[in-house]
């Protein structure tokens, strides 16, 4: 849609790097769990952004595919792709149109929510496949201010992923400060 990508453009065109630079918290303390269990190497990052876990997971020795509908917050991650010594296949798209086709033995969700994209992601993972999912939780704060179809829902992140064949190896819900979050690992069987 091409609201999302002006938007998420006007986004990243306006700090030198709108979540920071270093990859997620969650995923730098998950990463040696991610490399010990993942049946390969093949990574796929849902809404990559600027690209920063993407290179963290190419540094990592993974063969990682970044998505995302900015071609400003790719741009961007070439660059960082660049200038951290890896490669990376960074594509624009519509996530909401997009469809995966391909297998990966590691999946990265994190700061987006498309529940219809859900099934098809754990689809998308290789038998004993990983797939880390980190986002917002709604909360009377964020309602005011966030659309709440794109706000995780107490408990959700569990009853969504308890219903595939597989395993949830860890799941957190963080309820304080100004933006809660919800965090899950899942293997697939």
């Not at 986004?11 to 030198?16: A, G, L, T, V």
């Not at 995780?152 to 009853?159: M, N, P, S, T, Y």
Request: charged share 25%.
């Amino acid at each position: 849609m091409e609201s999302d990508r002006i938007k998420w453009n006007k986004r990243y065109e306006s700090e030198d790097s709108y979540l920071g630079e270093r990859p997620s918290l969650f995923l730098m303390n998950e990463i040696e769990r991610i490399k010990r269990l993942a049946p390969g190497n093949k990574a796929l990052d849902i809404a990559c952004g600027e690209g920063r876990n993407s290179v963290f997971l190419a540094q990592n020795g993974f063969n990682v595919t970044g998505l995302d509908i900015s071609d400003i917050g790719l741009s961007k991650a070439v660059a960082r792709a660049e200038a951290g010594g890896v490669v990376v296949n960074f594509r624009r798209v519509d996530l909401e149109q997009f469809e995966i086709i391909e297998r990966y033995d590691l999946i990265l969700n994190f700061n987006f929510l498309l529940r219809d994209l859900i099934p098809s992601e754990v689809r998308a993972l290789k038998p004993g496949g990983l797939l880390l999912f980190d986002t917002i939780l709604e909360s009377p704060q964020l309602l005011s201010s966030h659309n709440p179809a794109y706000l995780l829902r107490k408990g959700e992140l569990e009853q969504l992923f308890g219903s595939y064949a597989g395993k949830i190896l860890f799941s957190e819900e963080n309820h304080s400060g100004d933006m809660p979050t919800a965090r899950l690992l899942f293997q697939k069987a």
